[in-house]
Structures are given as C-alpha cells and as structure tokens.
C-alpha cells in the first residue's frame, strides 16, 4: 500500500485547495479514505473520512461546510476539497485508507496507512 499527497502550499484566509492522494497497491475502492492534520503543538486531528460506497462520511466540526472529501476509482486518487480557508486550518495534512469496515459517520477508524503529509498554511 502506497499513498502520496500532493496539494498543499500558502494561501491566503478564504481561499481554496485541492489536496490529491495517489495511491497504488491496492483497490482503493474497497478502502475506506480519510484525511488527519497535525499542526504544530496540537494533537492530530481527525478531518474527514469515506467509506466504501459513501454510505458513511464523517466531517470534523471544524471542517463541516467546508471541506469535501472524495474519490476517484478510475484514477485510484482521493482528494480533499478545502474552502473557506482559515489560519487554524494550518497544518500538515496526511491521507490514509484502511480496509476495515466503517460502520459510522461518527468518527475515522484508525488507519492502518498514511502518506507522508503536505504542508498547508493559511496565511494573509
């Protein structure tokens, strides 16, 4: 299992990203994807997961409304649509799947992988 985030850079408070994770090694659509952020001094946070056949998608509050998540099978990339950018929305940000069920909308499952993180900062 490979996964590879690319998407992050400096933006401006209100602007827009696309966060993109290639994958490859294994049937991203029998996986459930998700997307955690780690900023500086903060515990890891859990923004944003998908399973399988969308019939579950969890948003943290501080991204509800303004972050979308989704997948493309045909090109085995998910991605993170960021709107509304704020400064607390600096971090890096890290794609994950696992193969376990995600039976909740509720919160992510513990992701068995993750990439290696792309820096976003929100910055006037």
């Known amino acids: 299992v490979q996964l590879q985030a690319s998407g992050g850079g400096l933006v401006q408070p209100g602007g827009s990203l696309r966060l993109s994770c290639a994958t490859s090694g294994f049937a991203l659509a029998d996986y459930v994807v998700g997307w955690f952020r780690q900023a500086p001094g903060k515990e890891r946070e859990d923004i944003a997961c998908n399973s399988v056949r969308d019939s579950n998608i969890y948003y943290a509050d501080s991204v509800q409304g303004r972050f979308t998540i989704s997948r493309d099978k045909s090109k085995n990339t998910f991605y993170l649509q960021m709107d509304s950018l704020k400064p607390d929305d600096t971090a890096v940000y890290y794609c994950?799947?696992?193969?376990?069920?995600?039976?909740?909308?509720?919160?992510?499952?513990?992701?068995?992988?993750w990439g290696q993180g792309t820096l976003v900062t929100v910055s006037s």
């Open positions: 994950a799947v696992d193969a376990r069920p995600m039976y909740t909308a509720n919160y992510c499952p513990d992701f068995t992988y």
